[in-house]
C-alpha cells in the first residue's frame, strides 16, 4: 500500500501538507511543488519496491516491511544518507531521518489522503494503475500530434 | 578513547547526532564541513556503533588519544548550487548503489542534485505527463498558453 496522486484533482492547496505535519508533530513528509502556473504536486515518499534508502542505511532503520518502507526512529543515528539516496529527494534529516510512514498509529488511514479536499490522493492501485496508463497513452497521442 | 580513521570518515552526521554527551561537533562553513573529536573518557560507544564507514574505533589503555579534527569539501548541487553533502557521502551513495540507476533517462546524475532539486525535477516531469490530457479542456494549458504567456521564457519551453 501506499499513497497515490491524481494530479488532475490536485488544487495546490497545501492541505496535506498541513495535515502530515499535525499529525507528525510539524515534522512533515509532504513537501508541495508548484511548476510555473499550470500543474501543483505534491511530492512525497513512493514507498519504492526496490528502495534506495534501506540500501544506504547501515543500521537498518530503514527497512521494507512487505509494500511500505518502514522506519525506526530508535536505530536511527542521523547520518542523512538515505536522503542523499532517495531519487525523489522526499526524506529529511535532521537529528533522525524523517519520511514517511502512511500514518500506521492513526485509525481510518493516512492523514492526508482524509485531509484531500479535492479527492487527489488516494490509497487505490487499481485505480492509481488506470489512470497512469491513460496519461501515457495520452502522452503518445499527443506526441503524434492525434487529438 | 576514540580514534579515527581519516581514510575512512564520510564526514556525515552519525557520531554528532547519537553523541550522548556532546563530544563531537561537526560544523560546516565556507563550503567545508569539520568534524572534531575532544579527546573523551566515556565508556560509551554508540558512535562506534553507528559510524557507516566503520571509521572510529575505541582504543584501550592510558595514553591520551589527542583531540582529533577532519575537514571534509561540501558538494555544491549541480542545479542550485547549494551546498548539500560532502564529497566523500556522495561518493560512498555512489558506490553502494547499483551503477544503471544513477543517470535517470535524461541521463542527468541525480546524485549530485541536492533533495529539494530532485523533488522540483520530479514535479516537473510529473506535469508533463499530465500536460497534453489537460489541453483538452484547459485553454490555459494550449501550447501558445504555456510558451507565450511571458515571453519565450525558457522553464516554461522545457514543459512544452
Known amino acids: ?6 494530479i488532475d484533482r490536485c488544487i495546490g ?3 496535506c501538507e498541513a495535515a502530515c505535519q499535525m499529525e507528525h508533530d510539524g515534522q512533515g513528509h509532504i513537501n508541495v511543488h508548484y511548476v510555473e502556473d499550470l500543474a501543483a504536486i505534491p511530492i512525497f515518499c513512493r514507498h519504492c519496491e526496490e528502495a534506495y534508502c534501506t540500501t544506504a542505511c547501515i543500521t537498518g532503520a530503514l527497512y521494507k516491511d512487505g509494500e511500505i518502507t518502514a522506519f ?3 536505530k536511527c543515528s542521523g547520518c542523512g544518507l538515505c536522503t542523499l539516496a532517495c531519487p525523489f529527494g522526499v526524506v529529511w534529516t535532521d537529528r533522525i531521518a524523517h519520511k514517511c510512514d502512511l500514518c500506521r498509529d492513526r485509525e481510518g488511514g493516512p492523514a492526508c489522503i482524509n485531509a484531500c479536499p479535492a479527492q ?3 490509497d487505490d492501485f487499481d485505480r492509481a494503475v488506470s489512470m ?3 496519461r501515457a497513452a495520452l502522452t503518445i497521442a499527443a506526441f503524434r500530434g492525434v487529438r | 578513547m576514540i580514534r579515527v580513521d581519516s581514510s575512512l ?3 556525515c552526521r552519525s557520531c554528532f547526532n547519537v553523541c550522548p554527551s556532546q563530544n563531537i561537533i561537526r560544523s560546516e562553513a565556507n ?6 573529536w575532544k579527546s573523551c573518557k566515556e565508556e560509551c560507544d554508540l558512535c562506534v556503533k553507528m559510524c557507516p564507514s566503520k571509521a572510529l574505533s575505541l582504543v584501550s589503555g592510558d595514553e591520551a588519544e589527542p583531540p582529533c579534527e577532519l575537514s571534509f569539501d561540501l558538494a555544491a548541487c549541480n542545479i542550485c548550487g547549494s551546498l548539500y553533502a560532502t564529497e566523500l557521502m556522495l561518493e560512498w551513495i555512489e558506490s553502494v548503489l547499483p551503477e544503471k540507476i544513477q543517470k535517470d533517462a535524461a541521463g542527468l546524475e541525480w546524485i549530485r542534485i541536492c533533495p529539494e532539486c530532485r523533488r522540483n525535477k520530479e514535479a516537473e516531469s510529473l506535469t508533463r505527463l499530465v ?3 489537460r489541453r483538452k479542456e484547459d485553454w490555459r494549458c494550449s501550447w501558445l498558453f504555456t510558451a507565450g504567456k511571458r515571453g519565450l521564457h525558457p522553464e516554461r519551453m522545457k514543459l512544452l
Open chain 2, 31 to 36: 563550503g567545508r564541513a569539520t568534524v572534531h
Open chain 1, 132 to 134: 497512469a496508463r491513460s
Open chain 2, 131 to 133: 500536460l497534453p490530457g
Open chain 2, 9 to 11: 570518515c564520510l564526514g
Open chain 1, 1 to 6: 500500500m501506499s499513497v497515490y496522486i491524481d
Open chain 1, 72 to 74: 525506526d526512529a530508535s
Open chain 1, 13 to 15: 492547496c497545501r492541505t
Open chain 1, 120 to 122: 487527489a490522493l488516494s
